[in-house]
């Protein structure tokens, strides 16, 4: 019980001493010792080098969750050492009430029919994006994190340390300077100046080891930089994949759409070629409103049982299609499309094709011809000129 006493009274008197060394410094009454340039170069790296990761890693868990209450949920749940639930996506919600929407306006309605469609590739990105949450936690959050909890705590805890050490030394020194100066006056007080000379020579000892173990902290400081910088890779490389899905979901998509589109818009681009009016046909020059007139009827070869008509059901080939004597059309083309077989032409962006229609035609398709090349193309990649 005693031992106690005494080592609370001891650490309450290095406390106080300390205390005062540092409010004599803040005052400009008491000297301090200084750190090598080299020193303070490392704390001030190491202090920017925390402050930026803190900032970098709290925009990246906005970036990769942007709703707060999830992110305090997932924090609460990583410090109770539970593992997070798993949580519905955005993208997977809104295929589930596109699916459920679906089946209540009939699946197998043109709009039903597009919300499948539509949410199934939803489910995808929502997919997609759950994984790249995953992947970006693990090989960069994580680091991050390890850094500012781990490394970066025993750094703070030393630097406080080496703080102690210096305030003892400095205060040491001014014990000495004051034993000194009252030496001068009198011989008695030379047990006093050689006490303060010992204890400066210890507190000196353990400022120089206390500040070579922080030395050696700080100067880690450029490892975890090559650490972060290989997690930054990894993060990209997570980000590139992740974008580069959703690009290939989303093209799949307006492919499947295309003769969907075909369909709604189909009227406002090409009429019913066999019951085109002549009024039509003299109407004032539009882009897109005008009807292609039709191609003389070409015989329809007998069907034989079991062998669907071939130009009813879009099957032709186009080298044996010859164009009407008047009627064709030009056509620009909207957006790149690739020939899914030989019977299609393969279209570029903004070039010009000549366009006509046949009768019993799928009304989403023409024929188009560009130069000695022929074949079927979609109605909805293509503007109708006059």
């Known amino acids: ?70 992110r305090v949920e997932e924090f609460l749940y990583e410090k109770l050492d539970r593992k997070v639930p798993s949580r519905v996506t955005n993208g997977e919600l809104l295929a589930q009430y596109m699916t459920e929407a679906a089946n209540d306006f009939g699946p197998g309605t043109p709009y039903g029919k597009t919300l499948i469609k539509v949410g199934e590739t939803q489910r995808r ?16 959050l994580t680091p991050l994190r390890n850094f500012l909890e781990g490394d970066w705590r025993t750094i703070s805890k030393e630097r406080r340390i080496l ?49 070579e173990v922080t030395r050696l902290l700080l100067e880690g400081i450029s490892s975890t930089h090559v650490n972060h910088l290989r ?24 492919k499947q759409l295309g003769s969907s589109k075909g369909e709604i818009f189909s009227g406002t681009f090409v009429g019913n070629a066999e019951s085109a009016s002549p009024a039509a046909a003299t109407s004032p020059p539009t882009v897109a ?10 015989p329809v070869v007998p069907t034989i049982v079991g062998m669907p008509n071939t130009v009813a059901e879009g099957v032709l080939n186009p080298n044996e299609v010859k164009p009407p004597a008047s009627g064709t059309r ?13 019977t299609e032409l393969a279209l570029l962006a903004d070039e010009m094709i000549t366009v006509y229609s046949l009768p019993g035609m799928d009304p989403d398709w023409l024929i188009g011809e560009r130069g000695n090349q022929k ?4 109605v909805t990649y293509l503007e109708l000129l006059s």
Not at 172 to 184: Q, S
Not at 232 to 253: G, I, K, P, R, W
Not at 291 to 296: D, K, Q, S, Y
């Open 1 to 70: 019980m005693e031992f106690n006493v005494k080592k609370l009274a001891s650490d309450a008197g290095v406390f106080f001493s300390r205390a005062m060394q540092f409010t004599e410094e803040k005052l400009g009454q008491a000297e301090k010792t200084e750190l090598d340039a080299h020193f303070e170069n490392l704390l001030a790296r190491a202090d920017c080098t925390k402050n930026w990761t803190e900032k970098i890693l709290r925009q990246t868990e906005v970036l990769l969750q942007p709703n707060p209450s999830a």
């Open 125 to 140: 990105l929502g997919a997609a994006e759950r994984e790249f949450i995953r992947s970006a936690s693990i090989s960069f």
């Open 163 to 211: 703080q102690n050490r210096r305030l003892d030394l400095d205060a040491c020194k001014a014990r000495l300077k004051k034993a000194k100066a009252a030496e001068a006056k009198a011989a008695l007080w030379s047990d006093e100046v050689e006490k303060a000379e010992h204890e400066l020579r210890l507190t000196q000892t353990e400022f120089d080891r206390q500040a």
């Open 231 to 254: 997690c930054l890779h990894e993060f990209v490389e997570s980000q590139t994949n992740y974008y580069a899905q959703c690009y290939q979901f989303m093209l799949d998509l307006q």
């Open 289 to 298: 409103a005008a009807t292609l007139p039709a191609v003389p009827t070409i």
């Open 330 to 342: 030009r056509a620009r083309v909207l957006y790149d499309y690739e020939a899914a077989d030989s």
């Open 375 to 378: 074949g079927k193309v979609p």
